[in-house]
Each structure stands twice: as structure tokens, then as C-alpha cells.
């Protein structure tokens, strides 16, 4: 049976990583039953991370200067990783492209991200579905951390249907609203995916967002395990929880996975 590897972040009371924890402070149950932690690893894993920057015409509003600090904390994200992290940025817009491909050229994604004027509608379901699927592929962690004003429009995705498309695949989403609110479904992103929803009111401190997200990024731990359940033949939703012992410490990790 394969190992199932869960991601997991833990801060302190005051949201920052808990660093220097060990496989012994950690419990996972998989549909409520408890599982041995075979594999473990802490600090720095190779990360493949998708910018899915919204470049729409709303984003573009107060003579661009929303879209601009968005570009500016792109910006500060890539500036926050480390030289061996691949990235790749994606452009959403009426249609979504992949503007830098995954690479460890950092340089290439911010020269992306400065071309990118405002431009079209925003089809925010469906172009997260398209951003999954492109870094979906890459090898190790995978993130993608998600900037917009949260608003979709003539999406063919349903809003459960991409939580769905989440819990299929094995991507960390940081969904980042930009505005007055933050739509529900960021939340059940982040929480479906074991990555964190913000929502930025004021768009001047999107980058100290960013950076925080590439610092827990980079201060996550690795759990594996061999689920001790029946094999079958058929794919199955199955729950994970994760807790570990420190009080007032908070975990983040996925809500669950599909066995294939």
C-alpha cells in the first residue's frame, strides 16, 4: 500500500512556526483510527510553488494601484525563496495563461509579473482549476498561492466543484483576498488543502503576507504513514487529522485525500 504523506503546518499563539517539534509530537488518525508515523522530516523541502496573480479589469481599479501592490508582493514572495525553489507564475485574466514556467530562474517570474497590465474578466474557478493542473505535475511540495480580489465571474466551475478538484489533487492553496471580503470558498480551499485563506483590506501590507506565507513554507514538517485500513479497489474519500502535543499550538495539514 502506498505512503500517504500529509504536510503539516504548526504555529505558536501568536501565529508563528513552531519550530524544533519531532515525529514523537505528532498524532495522525486516518478516518478516525490512529496511524504509525513512518516517515518524518522538518525545515527545508524543495518547494514548486504557482503564483496565480488576477490581472482583471477590477483589479485594475484606483488607476491600478490594487493590481500594482499585488505585483509588488509577488514580488516580495519570490524575493523570500530560496535559491533551489522552483516557481511559476500564471497571469488570470478573461483566459488563464502561464506567463513564467516552472522554473529555479527567480529572475524570469518577476520580469512575468512586471509585464502584466490589467486586462479582461475573471473567471476565478476555473483558472484555479488551470493552475492546479500546471504545477500539479511537479515533483515534491507543491503550493500555490492564489491573489485576488476574490470576485468570480462566468466560471463553468461551481465553487464545490473546484473544493472537489482541491481534495483530488496534492497542492497546498493560499488564496489571498484583496478587498473588503473573502469569499467562503477561500477558506474551504485552504482548509481541504491544508494551506491558510487571508483576507488583505489594506493592500499595502499584501507583502508582509506573502513573505509570512513563504516563511511557513519553509517551516513545515513531513508526515507519512501506511494506512492500516483494508485495501481496495475502489477510490475513497478518506479523512486525516493531525494533532500534536504543545499546548496552544495550532496545526494546519489537509482535511483528507482520495485513495486511488
Known sequence: MNLVEVYAAVADRQGE???????????????????TITAFAAGE????????????????????RRLDMAKGA??????????????MVIAIGSDTRVVAPLSTDHRSALAAIDGLDAWGTTPLYDATVAALDAIQSAKGRRALVLLSDGTDRYSDTS?????????R???????????????AVFAELATASGGRSFLVKDPRSLSSTLTAIARELRSQYLLGYVPTRPASGQPAWHTIEVTV????????????????
Open 245 to 260: 502535543d504543545k499546548a496552544d499550538a495550532r496545526v494546519r495539514a489537509r482535511d483528507g485525500y482520495f485513495s486511488r
Open 74 to 87: 509577488a514580488r516580495a514572495f519570490i524575493g523570500a525563496l530560496k535559491p533551489q525553489d522552483q516557481v
Open 159 to 167: 465553487a464545490a466543484t473546484l473544493v472537489d478538484q482541491v481534495r
Open 169 to 183: 489533487r496534492d497542492v497546498l492553496v493560499y488564496p489571498v483576498a484583496i478587498g473588503a471580503a473573502r469569499p
Open 17 to 35: 512556526p513552531l519550530t524544533g517539534l519531532t515525529a514523537a509530537d505528532f498524532h495522525v488518525s486516518e478516518d478516525g483510527s490512529p496511524q
Open 45 to 64: 523541502f524543495p518547494l514548486a510553488v504557482a503564483v496565480g496573480l488576477d490581472r482583471s479589469f477590477s483589479m485594475g481599479a484606483d488607476h491600478g
